[in-house]
């Protein structure tokens, strides 16, 4: 079933989710702030090394099912399903992750949110992460218990993102089990064709699968200690 879908942030994880999604045969809007990165995918030039990326970038936005845009007003009125893909780098002189753009997505989308939304989180984040930004996202819309905050964490590799994103090894969907809603069965329609392939999806809490991904992240970094 296509379903329209926005996807903030348009760098590694955000551009092949939602070149992937499109693939799937899902309307989608990539949103971003940045003009020069957003020339380039219209133009279908991935600004990054993604083996595949580009030939799926270009199919998509020719078949119009694929476009980009820098207005979150633009992807309020088109989508109700929202991925939130940008980067959690590491805080400068500290061990912590920076936020400052996650929080801006929730800040400046949420307001625009007049009717029921699910924000799926993408990016890496500490455990508590979406359980703030559920209770942040829900003051700031007008459609309050209506927005629900969910987290799908990605596990690409580079050089096999595109190969990840529409052949995982498993889906992982944390949700709040304190405020039953849409997200899961919102998310059953969205992979729909990689559930019908078999595709194990683990639904858990927030915090689990917030949780998953940073051990996921741990276990990769040990593995690399241990091999050099």
């Known amino acids: 079933m296509t379903t329209r879908i926005a996807v903030f942030g348009t760098g590694y994880l955000g551009a ?76 400068k002189g500290e061990f912590a992750a920076d936020l400052k753009f996650v929080d801006a997505v929730i800040e400046t989308l949420a307001p625009l949110l007049a009717g029921p939304s699910v924000i799926f989180g993408k990016s890496t984040v500490p455990v508590g992460t979406a359980e703030r ?56 329609e969205v992979y729909a064709q990689l559930l019908d392939e078999g595709i194990p999806f683990l639904v858990s809490d927030l915090a689990t699968a917030e949780l998953v991904k940073a051990s996921a992240n741990a276990f990769l970094a040990t593995k690399i200690s241990f091999i050099n």
């Open 16 to 91: 092949t989710h939602a070149a992937c999604m499109a693939e799937l045969g899902h309307e989608v809007l990539g949103v971003d702030v940045d003009a020069a990165k957003l020339a380039k995918l219209e133009a279908g030039e991935v600004p990054f090394y993604e083996p595949g990326l580009e030939e799926v970038l270009r199919r998509n936005i020719a078949a119009g099912r694929l476009r980009f845009t820098s207005s979150y007003e633009e992807a309020a009125e088109f989508a109700d399903i929202h991925f939130l893909g940008v980067g959690t780098p590491q805080k």
């Open 133 to 188: 930004l559920g209770a942040r996202a829900r003051e700031l819309s007008p459609a309050g218990d209506g927005v629900e905050v969910a987290w799908n964490p990605e596990f690409l590799r580079e050089g096999f993102a595109v190969q990840d994103t529409l052949h995982p090894d498993r889906l992982v969907l944390g949700v709040d089990r304190d405020r039953p809603g849409r997200a899961e069965a919102v998310a059953r």
